[in-house]
Every structure is written in structure tokens, then in C-alpha cells.
């Protein structure tokens, strides 16, 4: 068993049936379903942007707008994520608050 501070994760996606913990440059496989660890974080410091990836909102660099409403999200260490459709209010809200 591995324990991880939360302060540590700099994203989340899903992989087939499990999710990958990204830390750095290194990333850990953990059996559950994107949707079951999202209730278990803290919604103020994680973030579902698109229906695959969650990211730790304090690792966000910048924002840049892409096709219809989209955004790329670039993270401290350069790692590009694209937002989902379903997420752009969310995304939205963020940015302004």
C-alpha cells in the first residue's frame, strides 16, 4: 500500500478499469473508477475537467482557449490536459473566482 498526500497529486485520469495518479513524473495505477475517487477528494482543490481526468486545481499554470468553448489546462510542469464539454461552466467559475 502506498500513501499519497494530496498535496502531491498533480492529476488524475481514468485508464480503462483503474486510474492513474500522476506525481511528478511519476504515475501510479489504483483499482477504482474516476467517478468513485472524485467523491473522495476535496472539491475546492480537484477539479473534474473532462469526463477521463481530474486535476489538482493549485498545479494549474495557465489557461488557453481551444475549439468551441474548450480550454487547455497547462500544469506547473508543462503537461497539457483539454477540458470537456461537460466541464466548461466549472472550468469557467474557476477562473473567475
Do not use: C
Amino acid at each position: 500500500m502506498l500513501y499519497l498526500r494530496l498535496t502531491e497529486i498533480d492529476w488524475i485520469e481514468a485508464a480503462d478499469d483503474l486510474v492513474r495518479v500522476h506525481v511528478g513524473r511519476t504515475v501510479h495505477d489504483h483499482r477504482a473508477t474516476l467517478a468513485q475517487l472524485e467523491q473522495r477528494l476535496p472539491a475546492g482543490r480537484f477539479l473534474r475537467i473532462h469526463r477521463s481526468t481530474i486535476v489538482n486545481v493549485e498545479r494549474i499554470r495557465e489557461f488557453q482557449p481551444w475549439f468551441q468553448g474548450d480550454w487547455i489546462l497547462v500544469l506547473s510542469d508543462g503537461t497539457r490536459l483539454q477540458s470537456g464539454k461537460s466541464y466548461r461552466k466549472k472550468i469557467r467559475e474557476l477562473m473567475e473566482g
